[in-house]
């Protein structure tokens, strides 16, 4: 607990005491900004890192100091940055028709474009698709979108929605219920009532001495069909999974694991939300995860890559049945009450369909499963090392974890810091790289070329001989 003002002295004034010159941004940013995600007292010891400018794969900080993007953002510049073409085409739609909405059937033709467009690829026959602005609001969508389903063909009890543990779906109120990550919770209030927790697919420290991936997956699935039937599957709305877990720790999924989980929901009638804020349009090797892992989606999320970060747009895609359900609620309600007002902004959709263009233009996608061979290669190579326990990937995502004892997996302890210790290495070198825990998670954009991936894993090993000398001598 902390003192009712919240400090534990006099305030942020004695916190301002890294060594950031008086009037420098570094300065100014400790003074007025509330950071998102941040451990906001060690920001304040460390102060920030302020970022100028960027092109294809590289940063610049305003130090002068260069980086490799090897996070592409947060897991979001797919095409990279500085791409002419979708900076033209943002110009030119702000000139055009800056704003407009969808609300009372008003349109635009960027929307309805895109709109055709993201149907035309996912793996839901004549899907609807929804716009917004983030991956939580998304999510918060799926929710909102499962109870009114429900509550409209005469479920009314069927309204739970079954998460994982260490699962990252956002954090609004609703999505940052799904969020499987206990500082997401702690102090929140959160998870809100029916939103439940089922095992992470973590086949490294979750399986039992000797256990193979399928019979980890087939126990994994057992404890889901456990959970619904505990909670009366006449109760249990939906199953929300990211294919490849990622602000948890990078976890690919282990053999026959949505297969089983998905014979399980059918079983009971339980939807499954496909959760493709990080892995859609690309990120795995093929054009959504649900493509890479057979997974067949009732719903889908995406943001991020679709539109590379240039501008924030997010999509949710629904089934027809679904949709004509949505009708007949909305004309009872004499409207579907929700929306934003800059849901199908048409700057953010003419951007996102340029970028979606762009990656078909570009085959992107075929790039992608190219180059994952050298990153793959390279990712797993390091599992030869004395401080890597495991090494997760496919396409262009990856982690490797840091472990204190390869053969008992004994992990560091969370105080000595260690995969932060590595991040910090990694940018001294000039490469961003992100510690999710001790797991490190390489997400660099679908443009990298192959000499690029070998620029990455190169400094990153040097890097860990860093980090080795400072797990030697402590
Ligand atoms: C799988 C997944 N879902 C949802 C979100 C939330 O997206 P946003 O930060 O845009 O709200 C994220 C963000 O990283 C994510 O990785």
Known sequence: MVGLKGSRGSGTEMLLHNEAPPGSLEARDLACLLHPTTNLRQHHQQGPTVMTEARGIY??????????????????????????????????????????????????????????????????????????????????????????????????????????????????????????????????????????????????????????????????????????????????????????????????????????????????????????????????????????????????????????????????VVPEFMYEVLIEGSDQAGTFGHGYTYSGHPVCAAVALRNLELMEEREIIAHVERVSGVFLERLHALKEHDLVGDTRGVGLIGAVELVQDKTSKQAFSVDQGIGAYCTNCCESRGLIVRNLGDSIAFCPPLIINEDQIHEVFDKFSAALSDVAKFVASI
């Open 59 to 316: 940063v610049k900080d305003n130090q002068g100091n260069q980086y490799i993007e090897g996070m592409a953002g947060l897991w979001c510049t797919a095409l990279g940055y500085g791409e002419e073409e979708l900076i033209k085409v943002a110009e030119k739609q702000m000139r055009e028709l800056c704003y407009s909405q969808l609300f009372a059937g008003r349109s635009n033709e960027p929307s309805i474009l895109l709109a055709e467009k993201i149907q035309s690829m996912v793996p839901i026959e004549k899907g609807r698709v929804f716009f917004g602005l983030s991956g939580s609001d998304a999510n918060d969508t799926q929710i909102k979108l499962m109870w009114y389903y429900n509550n409209l063909v005469g479920r009314p009890e069927k309204k739970k929605i079954i998460s994982r543990q260490r699962g990252y779906h956002g954090v609004t109120m609703g999505s940052g219920s799904l969020t499987g990550l206990q500082p997401f919770h702690t102090n929140f209030d959160l998870p809100l009532t029916g939103i439940l927790h089922t095992d992470a697919a973590y086949h490294y420290r979750g399986a039992k001495p000797g256990e193979s991936e399928l019979q980890y997956s087939s126990r994994l699935a057992a404890n889901l069909e456990r959970l619904i039937l505990s909670e009366g599957p006449e109760t249990v709305a939906a199953f929300i999974a990211e294919p490849v877990m990622g602000a948890g720790g990078v976890y690919t999924p282990p053999e026959g694991y949505f297969e089983q989980v998905q014979a399980v929901l059918d079983k009971y009638e339980v939807f499954f939300i496909d959760d493709e804020v990080i892995c859609g349009f690309g990120r795995t090797g093929k054009p959504f995860g649900a493509d890479t892992y057979n997974i067949k989606p009732t719903t889908m999320s995406m943001a991020k890559a679709l539109s590379s970060a240039y501008l924030p747009i997010s999509a949710v």
